[in-house]
């Protein structure tokens, strides 16, 4: 069975940091490529930032760039999400992502259930 769970969530006020955890497991967690999104009130979902299978490669939104950095370990199934100088337009729920492209065309694609990160004074 195929679960992201995050966790590290919570309330924070701005300038401070928070660190998003999201484990995985029921897949090869080495082969996919991982991503934060978040979704904000009254707002589409938006990706935050991404890393490739190997973590050899990052790539952030320009809203978050200089801020947040996403991070994985194979080893632990687990990919996080350092998120510094946090803001208050950063308030969403936070989702876990995971993709995989099959030699075969196949899309692999899960999602966590998310976690709330809300930056207020």
């Known amino acids: 069975q195929v679960q992201l769970v995050e966790s590290g969530g919570g309330l924070v006020q701005p300038g401070e940091s928070l660190r998003l955890s999201c484990a995985a497991s029921g897949f090869t967690f080495s082969n996919y490529a991982m991503s934060w999104y978040r979704q904000a009130p009254g707002k589409e979902r938006e990706v935050v930032a991404y890393i490739t299978n190997d973590g050899a490669s990052t790539n952030y939104a320009d809203s978050v760039k200089g801020r947040f950095t996403i991070s994985r370990d194979n080893a632990k199934n687990t990919v996080y999400l350092q998120m510094n100088s946090l803001k208050p337009e950063d308030t969403a729920v936070y989702y876990c992502?995971?993709?995989?492209?099959?030699?075969?065309?196949?899309?692999?694609?899960?999602w966590g259930q998310g976690t709330q990160v809300t930056v207020s004074s």
């Open positions: 992502n995971a993709l995989f492209f099959s030699g075969d065309y196949k899309v692999y694609d899960y």
